[in-house]
Nanobody, 114 residues
Framework: VQLQASGGGLVQPGGSLRLSCAASGTIRSNNFMGWYRQSPGKQRELVASITSGGSTNYADSLKGRLTISRDIAKNTVFLQMNSLKPEDTAVYYC?????????WGQGTLVTVSS
């Protein structure tokens, strides 16, 4: 299983970005995908997650600004981020969990700065 994340970049405060993560390999129909982020000097933290059934979960501090979604047929998960703040600057990693194993993407850098 491989995960390829994309969509990061430089955005001004208040702007928006849409991250994508495509999974390839043997992908089971019952899995869990999510996004984490890690800022310099901080631990990796959960941003949002979504099950194969479409149930979502968001970090409390980020609710209202993010939307996670997925295209089951394309094994792709998306993260729409709005009203971005400088403190959202981080490397964003996608994650897939299936059959008790956890897989990580390579990360995509999001920089929020004027």
């Amino acid at each position: 299983v491989q995960l390829q994340a994309s969509g990061g970049g430089l955005v001004q405060p208040g702007g928006s970005l849409r991250l994508s993560c495509a999974a390839s390999g043997t992908i089971r129909s019952n899995n869990f995908m999510g996004w984490y982020r890690q800022s310099p000097g901080k631990q990796r933290e959960l941003v949002a997650s979504i099950t194969s059934g479409g149930s979502t979960n968001y970090a409390d501090s980020l609710k209202g600004r993010l939307t996670i979604s997925r295209d089951i047929a394309k094994n792709t998960v998306f993260l729409q981020m709005n009203s971005l703040k400088p403190e959202d600057t981080a490397v964003y990693y996608c994650q897939l969990i299936q059959l008790g194993r956890t897989y990580w993407g390579q990360g995509t850098l999001v920089t929020v700065s004027s």
